[in-house]
């Protein structure tokens, strides 16, 4: 929509500047740095090689995932040099190792005699790979206490060794764990009771519908097709089925305004900011567990952010582009189809932390048009962000930064083996072994589908996300700058509530939960069962799931999270309802009129159907 849309004017209480004395746009992560020579030649005709090398790190980054062999090499090296110059270390371990195999002799001999002997050591909590009854038979068992010990021995050859870095002992820790899992007994055929039983029973035949699965998942691979089964969830179709309208349009997002379901809407419109790692649609999935669905249904008018998947032309699209062309460009349209309302803010992941930038931002101008905020599985603090951690540092940055400026963006797939690595016995074994060994296929859902719709990165944005707020953490330090100036999250004042999910990881919830440390207001904190997605995608009406809540009132003293765990009450169901009642009461209470769709008399008359365009691009 090209030149049909003109920002409202200033409101009273909100600062206002001219064009003219508005500083030019400016990365809020700049750093001063020295000029950067990456043309053929370089100062006095000297020939520059960094393009060249640059070039060659790309091409090896493309090879490794983005893993740079320097960072894997370094915390290997650490580990056995320090190991090596450690003799009461190895004394030690080999103290262990003495002991485990005579208490594993002793259990050998007893369990080969008599069943139900009691075993030396346990799978750990929520490992599920030896949960069939059948590895509790000899010889089975025997296979699975060999494993679960050197598993043990392994990892107290990595703690404790005097001297290391704690990041390469946390890498080298994370690696060993990969490794493990590589090669784990259930994932052995012949090895694996399960495995064997359905062979003999089948003749075979699971490993040629294993196979058949395996040439057919990467026939699609090839041809950059979905997944199998991910066909019969299309948004529009089957999936993002809400009716509304584009209402607003720019090179980076749709707005989309949904319709009124209801005689009367509450007076405040809720603008949600999903996160542009996802398409917006894991939020309006099919109808049964569909959050936006279900906010409509309820009498709330509901804009989302539907964001555009960047190629490498958007290599420079920065951080705060987000911020001016996303969430205050959707501010400035709600505003203009619904003036003089406030706007509940809901940002889900990385949206959230964009939206408490945002927020933060509009404290300090004086922009009052929020009436209350809420951070879906969003940090703020990345100072415990987990073991995601551990693929944030300088190196494995620069290594990034080479890809990126290669292609110009980073694609969800080169995440998603960082992702499926953190929890490599759910999403990366477990599934190989029932498609490819067992030959079972797992039906494939609404959200599975919506997770293998990927999108991208652009190059510039992520190398600020992960520089300014993963690794030099300034949000909560205190050194983050918009415009030029930094901003404070104390700033807001409205009420906040936030969601963490109980098996997040991606954004911990011991990690969400520090928005208690920084916000000066009533913050109000619910841990919900369930994953990063599956926490969020919680319908009521599935009776399913937890969760814990807690209202810390502005001016209480902070409460630590595992003293906040033992006090929460806990609710059974979905925090939907409770979130929803939550921003009922944040609102004024007094029921309207439905808004117009749009406001053509103003500029934004709709555009598409819901769920619009950006949704569809590749």
């Known amino acids: 929509m090209k030149g049909a849309y003109r920002r409202p004017a200033a409101r009273p209480g909100r600062v206002a500047r001219s064009a003219a004395a508005r500083p030019p746009p400016r990365s809020p992560l700049a750093a001063d740095k020295p000029p950067h020579h990456s043309g053929a030649f370089a100062r006095d005709g000297i020939p520059s090689f960094e393009t060249f090398d640059r070039m060659v790190r790309a091409v090896q980054a493309r090879l490794t995932q983005g893993i740079s062999p320097t960072a894997v090499a370094s915390a290997w090296t650490d580990w056995a040099v320090h190991l090596g110059f450690a003799p009461g270390k190895q004394l030690a371990l080999s103290a262990l190792a003495a002991r485990m195999m005579a208490r594993y002799g002793m259990w050998l001999a007893q369990s080969a005699l008599r069943e139900g002997t009691e075993p030396v050591v346990a799978p750990a909590p929520g490992d599920r790979r030896f949960a069939d009854p059948a590895w509790a038979g000899f010889p089975f068992n025997a296979v699975v206490q060999s494993y679960l010990l050197a ?37 052995i055929p012949w090895l694996n009771p399960v495995v064997m039983t359905r062979s003999a029973q089948e003749c075979g035949c699971n490993f040629l519908r294993g196979a058949q699965n395996w040439l057919e998942d990467m026939d699609r691979l090839v041809a950059g097709r979905p997944p199998w089964g991910a066909e019969a969830f299309t948004p529009g179709t089957t999936v993002a089925l809400t009716p509304g309208k584009v209402v607003f349009r720019n090179d980076l997002m749709e707005l989309i305004q949904y319709a009124p379901a209801t005689a009367e809407v509450h007076a405040e419109p809720i603008m949600i900011v999903p996160a542009w790692i996802m398409k917006f649609y894991v939020l309006d999935l099919s109808p049964g567990n569909s959050f936006v669905r279900w906010l409509v249904g309820r009498g709330h008018t509901v804009f989302i952010l539907s964001w555009k998947n960047p190629d490498a032309r958007d290599r420079d699209i920065g951080l705060d582009d987000y911020r001016r062309k996303g969430i205050m460009a959707a501010l400035d349209v709600i505003e203009t189809i619904m003036p003089g309302r406030k706007v509940h803010a809901c940002g889900y992941c990385i949206g959230g932390t964009i939206t408490m930038i945002a927020a933060a931002t509009m404290a300090r101008e004086h922009d009052e048009r929020l009436a209350s905020l809420t951070l879906l599985a969003a940090q703020t603090d990345f100072a415990e962000a987990g073991e995601l951690m551990l693929f944030i540092d300088e190196r494995q940055l620069g290594y990034l930064d080479d890809l990126m400026w290669d292609q110009g963006y980073l694609d969800t797939r080169q995440m998603a083996g960082a992702f499926q690595a953190l929890r490599s016995n759910e999403l990366g074994w477990s599934r190989l072994l029932h498609t490819y060994i067992l030959g079972e296929r797992e039906a494939m859902t609404d959200l599975a589908a919506w997770n293998s719709d990927q999108t991208r990165m652009p190059g510039r944005m992520h190398s600020e996300y992960l520089r300014g707020l993963f690794l030099e953490n300034r949000l909560s330090a205190g050194r983050f700058a918009v415009d030029g100036r930094v901003i404070a999250m104390r700033d807001v004042r409205v009420p906040i509530f936030a969601v963490g999910t109980s098996r997040d990881h991606i954004a911990p919830w011991r990690s969400v939960y520090k928005i208690n440390l920084f916000a000066d207001t009533d913050v109000t904190f619910a841990l919900a069962t369930g994953g990063h997605n599956v926490g969020i995608v919680c319908p009521p009406a599935a009776h399913k799931g937890a969760f814990q809540m807690l209202t810390r009132p502005h001016g209480e003293q902070y409460i630590d999270p595992d003293s906040w765990a033992a006090l929460a009450p806990r609710y059974e169901g979905s925090w939907w309802s409770a979130w929803e009642r939550w921003v009922v009461a944040a609102g004024s209470k007094t029921p309207v009129a439905p808004p117009p769709m749009g406001a053509p008399a103003r500029g934004l008359p709709p555009l598409d159907d819901a769920p619009g365009h950006y949704v569809h691009m590749p």
Do not use: C, K
């Open 151 to 187: 598993e043990t021995w392994w990892q107290d050859a990595v703690d404790g060794v005097p001297g290391m870095i704690s990041q390469h002992r946390d890498e080298v820790a994370f690696m060993l764990r990969q490794l493990s899992d590589m090669q784990a007994p259930s994932n």
